[in-house]
């Protein structure tokens, strides 16, 4: 199996978590060898910094700490678990990953999106997803779908417009990797064109 990296990317509530877990069941069910992982966190040190980024507590987090913080999460993720599991040939399924940074702390936050970019490749040593799932709908809707509240879900609406303008616009730069996919239909049938398209590129790609 060659080395592949998927991504799952969009506004809270989108439906990220979800269809990660059926396209990594999927792949169970067809005997491919696959982890599923997420972002923040996925390493005991990096679900150490989700605790804090997520906190509801820390309101007076600053934006470069939250940018810091999630890099530094990247970094031992990427080491620990992802680029393993990559080299044992296993496909590898991320609930998040470098494209969130420059949608929330760039397009959200008002960081430099150059900046964000270059300290992605910093944290990652350049790793970059072979495929990338972007649900993409209306964040009001999304946003009702789910029922808890972390720090960054109690952010007003135009903050999560903004992340969606953010992750619209990566998909416009990066048209071959980031796939653009209606998040407003049902589970099923985005699960359908998710796994078409995950097998079209694996086809190409062995
Ligand atoms: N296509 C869909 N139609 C209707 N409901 C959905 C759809 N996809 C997901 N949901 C529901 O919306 C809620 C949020 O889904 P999920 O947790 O997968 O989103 P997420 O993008 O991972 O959110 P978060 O950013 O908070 O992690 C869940 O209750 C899920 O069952
Ligand atoms: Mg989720």
Known sequence: MPEFLVTFEGVEGCGKSIQARLLYE????????SILTREPGGSDISERIRDILLDRRHLDMVPYTELFLYLASRAQHTQEVIK????????????RYIDASVAYQGEG????????????????????PNLTFLLDMDTEIALKRIEREDRLE????????????????????????????????SIKQIHNEIKDIFEARMMKLE
């Open 26 to 33: 999927y792949l169970q069910s067809k005997g491919i060898s």
């Open 109 to 128: 936050r008002g960081i430099s999106k150059n900046l964000i970019k270059q300290l992605n490749k910093t944290a990652t040593g350049g790793l970059l």
């Open 84 to 95: 393993p599991a990559l080299a044992q040939g296993k496909v590898v399924i991320c609930d």
């Open 154 to 185: 109690m952010e007003g609406v135009e903050f999560h417009n903004r992340i969606r303008s953010g992750y619209l616009k990566l998909n416009r730069e990066n048209p071959e990797r980031i796939v653009l996919l209606n998040g407003m239909r």
